[in-house]
């Protein structure tokens, strides 16, 4: 077998599944794509995910991108109905899945899991973008008996995709996705919920801190429903321990013990700095400058070029509207020390710099 696959069929032409296809096409990969809907196939070939058929012979890679219910049903079919090629899948959940198709009796020799740690909150070939994996984690969680050719095919969709490969076995995926990524998912709508049972008059003053904290919750709940279904011990597990934390807030608000909110706070921020930051590096504190921008087209890229112009990298960027006025307060982070020559050269420019 080929080590860097060269035909690729990807079944399952939702997000994900499209956008492997878009990079993978772009890179000069054969992808033919099939969805339970022809329709949707059909639209994820005008968008470019690849061609709306089935191979003629055995693809190299077969990539199983459908709902964790279905994983392993449609990936025993696939070892099945392309007996050369290796499989792989994009679900978040591995270690159910990974299971349920080794009872089948499928190969699982053939049989390599792997997640692409990206997504949007919007689903379907048209969310879709060929740059969706670019400097993401894909992780790669192959079976006990997989090849090291297996695994090195599926390893290399995930690098030709932009992504940045992980090996780990399925169990380890699971315990980590349920706090890096099912976990944060419930904290958000639980918060969102809240905020959708509070009055108008509360809402209306929300920060962006609540925006950064519900972004997530707009995210599908029948896709949610079945990855925290498939992964109930991790995420349970998690959850208590943060049921535990939260009853010591609690006590400790009773209490008026500051020391103790001191502690959690504490803690959370050296939890923060733990997190990979740019380029998986190191986490990295920012001077933050804020700059007031009509909300009007052009105005944010102005921002950017102006600061380019003069000679300042921008790290990150993010945009809170502000209230009642057709304005947006734009919050663009440097590295420590260049605040004060970044807003000096943007006030130059013209920009209402809030620094």
Known sequence: MRRVAQSILIIGSGLIGTSIGMAMSRAGAKVYLVDRDPAVAARAEQLGGGHAALPSNDPDVVIVAVPPRDVADVAAAALRDWPSSTVTDVCSVKGVPMRALSATGADMTRWVGGHPMAGREVTGPEGARRELFNDRVWVVAPSDSASAERIAAVTHIAVTCGATPVQMSADDHD???????????????????????????????????????????????????????????????????????????????????????????????????????????????????????????????????????????????????????????????????LGDDLAAALRERGFDVRY
């Open 175 to 337: 315990r980590a996705v349920a706090l890096t990524s099912h976990v944060p998912q419930v904290l958000s709508s639980v918060l969102a919920g809240r905020v959708g049972a509070a009055s108008a008059d509360h809402v209306q003053v929300s920060g962006q801190g609540l925006r950064d904290m519900t972004r997530i919750a707009a995210s599908d709940p029948e896709l949610w429903t079945e990855i925290l279904s498939a992964n109930p011990g991790p995420v349970r597990q998690v959850l208590e321990g943060l049921i535990i934390d939260l009853e010591r807030v609690r006590d400790a608000l009773a209490a008026d013990a500051p020391d103790a909110l001191r502690d959690m706070l504490e803690r959370g921020n050296e939890g923060r700095a733990a997190i990979p930051g740019k380029h998986g590096g190191e986490s990295t504190e920012y001077d933050i400058v804020p700059v007031l921008i009509a909300d009007e087209p052009g105005a944010l890229s102005e921002v950017f070029v102006a600061a380019g112009g003069a000679g300042f990298n921008l790290e990150d960027v993010r945009i809170d509207h502000v209230l009642g006025r057709p304005s947006g307060l734009v919050e663009v982070s440097v590295r420590v020390g």
